[in-house]
């Protein structure tokens, strides 16, 4: 099993740019791969990025651009480089571990406020 624990996220501007961390415990963290999730109030939650095992990277066509997303095994977390913040972007996102097709495993979730 694994353990995941999101913080980052905040009250920022239009424009401006968040690092979302999820900072994984309990496992050996490089063979999970890992996802990000978003859900705005009223929303479904929706796939943000995903990364392998061995670093390859996927977004959801609507995030392409803005969104990055990237691992550090050594130190058994990942992240998610939000550039460009929109009020749109708003949500809480999730953090989420799997193997396979399994993707059991989520974080509790850090809160992302884009507003002035």
């Known amino acids: 099993q694994v353990q995941l624990v999101e913080s980052g996220g905040g009250l920022v501007q239009p424009g401006e740019s968040l690092r979302l961390s999820c900072v994984a415990s309990g496992s050996i963290f490089s063979i999970y791969a890992l996802g990000w999730y978003r859900q705005a109030p009223g929303k479904q939650r929706e796939l943000v990025a995903t990364i392998t095992t061995g670093g390859s990277t996927n977004s959801a066509d609507s995030m392409k651009g803005r969104f990055t997303i990237s691992r550090d095994n050594d130190n058994k977390t990942g992240y998610l480089q939000i550039n460009s913040l929109e009020p749109e972007d708003t949500a809480v996102y999730y953090c989420?571990?799997?193997?396979?097709?399994?993707?059991?495993?989520w974080g509790q979730g850090t809160q992302v406020t884009v507003s002035t």
């Open positions: 989420n571990a799997g193997i396979g097709s399994r993707w059991p495993y």
